[in-house]
Each structure stands twice: as C-alpha cells, then as structure tokens.
C-alpha cells in the first residue's frame, strides 16, 4: 500500500488500515505493508492500494484509490467524497468502499476465469490463487525498567525486549529480562540478581496519534541472593528459587504513524512466589508482596 504523498499528517493511517484488516478478514487477503514513495513493493504482494487526498491538503474531503493485481494486470479506480462524514467515521467508511472497489476486483477475475476455454484451466496459465499472509502486525520492544516492592523497601532495575503481535483490537507480547537490586547492612551488602520471562495479552487502542495497549500479564523466573562483606569474621551466604508474579499492564507508543515509537509502560500487581533476604536473622531485602513497575523503552514495527 503506498499512503498519500502529500497532506499525509492529516491522513488517519492507522485507524484506517485497523478496520481495512476487519473488511478484508473473509477475504485471505492480509493488509497492509507499507510501501515509501519510490520504493517497490515485497513480490509477494497479490494486490496493490494506492491513495490520494483530493485536494492534496491535511483536510481533503474527498479520496482517490486506486488497486491493481499485478498477477493478472487488473485495474479499478474509485473516487469516494467524505465531505458528508464525520471525521471520525471517515476512517471506516474508507474502509468500507476500498473493500467494496477489492471485491469488485475480484468478480471481474472470477467472471473473466469463467468465460476461458477449458485449455487454459488445463494448462494451467490463469491467474495464480490469492494467498493469505500473515495478518499480524509485528513490533520488537526493548524497554529499561525500574520496579518497587514496598513491603521489602527494595528497588529491582533492569531491563526486558520481547516481541509483540497485533490482530486488530487484539495484542500479545513476549519477553525476557533481568534485573538487580541490593542492600547495604552494617556487615556488608545482600545482593539479589533475576532472570525471568513474561507474558501478556488485553486489548489494544490504534489512533492516529498514539497506540494503547492495556491487559493481563504474567512472569516467571529465577533469583538468586547472596551476601558480600570484607569482614573476616562475618559469614556470608547464598541461594536461589523461583519466582512468579501475576499484574495489571498498560502501554502507550507515540507517534503512532512512526516505525520506531518510543513508549512508556506501567504496571502494577503481586508475587505469588518470591524470596526473602536476610542478614543476622532480619530480612533486609526481598521480592514479595505487591509491586509497581515503571519503564521507558522503544517500540520497532517489522
């Protein structure tokens, strides 16, 4: 799909593509990669959608698509006025005549296969079937984290990538990260290092300026404690056990237009394992209880 080339910041990209994919669900028709003024597109491309705001202004009212099969050299043009449409229906009601101009397409292929000569289905020179791709959208995030355990006075910071998937209202996310945190007592210093992998799944909000992702996440992993000091008479330790923690997640990426969004994740919730680290029988440290985490990261589309 090439988008408009001019007047685009006032194009509704991401609104529009969200119910395009709804539209062309019944259709083994994945949408949409995007394709940059000048640039070709992927050879697996079966349809091609061109865009144009008339006038070539932020507030056009008025759009020119364009869709072809280059399998078959097929060609349809429609020009859709949405000066009667409010603006945020416009996103959909686009939506609704690209898929109406697609379907049109594709009668007109269906007719032409009906009117061939039996030798050319024999031969196997018609148009090729259209194949489904995969519809997700796919996202990669690497995130720095800080998160709070109140009960334990204890601050864990580290960081987490993963990859992401979208299906319309739909997302899932998958990571892996670690994290430390430390204390200082008066015959040295109780150190807890963590390995972990999470998952999460909610729905998700596409606008034009910004994408939200809200839902369910859980986490497991490993810690490990252990006790450092330079005193020759204090006796240190160490050990390890797993852990798990269930939480409430929220995400916010903007631009929501852009490939590389910076984002801004908050999440709260509690440990349903964890461990306790302690010095001369008081615990010092620790991830237990209910935690609140904060993270900054970026989010990059594939």
Known sequence: MWPPL???EGFWL????DSLRVELAGKRLACCEIVEAGQVPSPNATVHLKIELLPCTPDADRVRVLVSEPARAATAEREIGLADVKETARPRALALAVAELLRSLGQSASAAKAEAPPAAAETGTGAPPVESRRAAALSVHVDAEVRGFPTRDTLLWGGRAGFAAGWGWLHARLDAGGGFASARVDSGDVLLRTLSAGLGVGPRFAAR????????????????VRGESGMAFVRTGAGSDFCATAALRASVEAPARVRARPRVTLEGG???????AQANG???????GYYLLAAVGVAISL
Not at 282 to 288: E, L, P, S, Y
């Open 270 to 276: 509690g440990v349903l394992r964890g461990v306790k």
């Open 14 to 17: 991401v609104s529009f593509l």
């Open 6 to 8: 001019c007047g685009g």
């Open 209 to 224: 300026s910004a994408i939200l992702d809200l839902g369910l996440r859980a986490e497991l992993g490993w810690i490990w």
């Open 282 to 288: 008081v615990t010092v440290a620790g991830i237990t």
